[in-house]
């Protein structure tokens, strides 16, 4: 697929979907793509249109998410955030449940959990949680192909909430229970949050300090001790990444991207990131060109 001149591939739900949520089991194998051009479409780089879940019930694949390589193995589940960009690699004949949901269709505690736990390595099932999951997702696809009574949506709308609810529960019982949280690692899981949604303009670890209402020596004392990382090298980690996606999914140039990540001073941007990866932005580029 050629790079998009502006922005990162998304791929979007169709208006066959019921108002910004998507529900399918899919089985694929390789024969199934015609041609060599409709096989590495499928396996194009693009982020979606909601927080999406696969379930691999069979098969096995191997993907790429935000430039880390998964091998997936039957039952797992895969979560990616919007913001995550992703792809194929490979894979051999899989079967796969998908739920994609819009944030204005979570319930917004869910939500608050899915950003807590973005980014998600890919999760193995248990045989039980498997089976649980599977109860609950063939209730999701019943309702989903029910449209014609007039609460197809109510019911759509909330019988994916609970999935996505058990879902995200399974990750989180991967992760350190808040209550049992240092002091540090609470400071740490705000500044993560905060970096998230703030990286375009803030750059500076004071600006931090500041949101969260501590002192910028105690903020890094708070990161250094849980990431073993400086407050700034937090903060240039995720605009590297932010810019890797950019520089590899799209055609902007070097100076639209520094910009666009809230960098007025280009050389400074440019140093920045031949620093953090040893190369510069153009070599990058030209390094991972598909």
């Known amino acids: 697929m050629p790079k998009n001149k502006n922005n990162i591939p998304v791929n979007s739900m169709t208006d066959g979907f019921s108002q910004g949520i998507s529900v399918d089991r899919i ?3 390789n024969a199934d793509f015609i041609t060599a051009q409709q096989y590495e479409e499928a396996r ?31 039952p797992s589940v895969v979560y990616m955030h919007p913001s995550q960009v992703h792809r194929i690699l490979d894979f051999k004949e899989i079967t796969v449940c998908s739920l ?3 944030n204005e269709n979570l319930n917004p505690d869910y939500l608050k959990f899915l950003e807590e736990i973005a980014p998600a390595k890919p999760l193995k099932l248990t045989k039980e949680t498997y089976l649980i999951f599977s109860d609950i997702f063939s209730l999701c696809l019943n309702f989903s192909v029910q449209k014609n009574h007039k609460l197809h949506f109510p019911l759509l709308k909330d019988s994916c909430n609970t999935l996505v609810a058990f879902l995200t529960l399974q990750f989180l019982n991967q992760s350190k229970p808040d209550v049992n949280l240092s002091r540090f690692e609470i400071v740490t899981k705000g500044f993560k949050q905060l970096l998230e949604r703030e990286f375009h303009t803030l750059k500076r670890p004071y600006e931090y300090a500041g949101k969260l209402n501590i002192s910028t020596a105690y903020l890094n004392e708070c990161i250094k001790n849980t990431t073993g990382f400086s407050v700034t090298k937090n903060i240039h980690d995720r605009v590297i990444l ?3 996606r950019l520089l590899h999914h799209t055609g902007k140039s070097v100076k639209e991207i520094a910009f666009e990540l809230g960098y007025e001073d280009y050389p400074y941007f440019s140093r920045t990131f031949t620093k953090a990866t040893g190369m510069s932005a153009l070599s990058f580029r030209n390094k991972n060109h598909d």
């Open 27 to 29: 089985r694929i194998k």
């Open 100 to 102: 994609a949901i819009k």
């Open 44 to 74: 194009s780089s693009h982020r979606d249109d909601g927080h999406t879940f696969h379930i691999v019930e069979k098969g096995a694949l191997h993907i790429e998410i935000d430039f880390q390589k998964h091998e997936i193995e039957a």
């Open 242 to 244: 932010e810019a890797k």
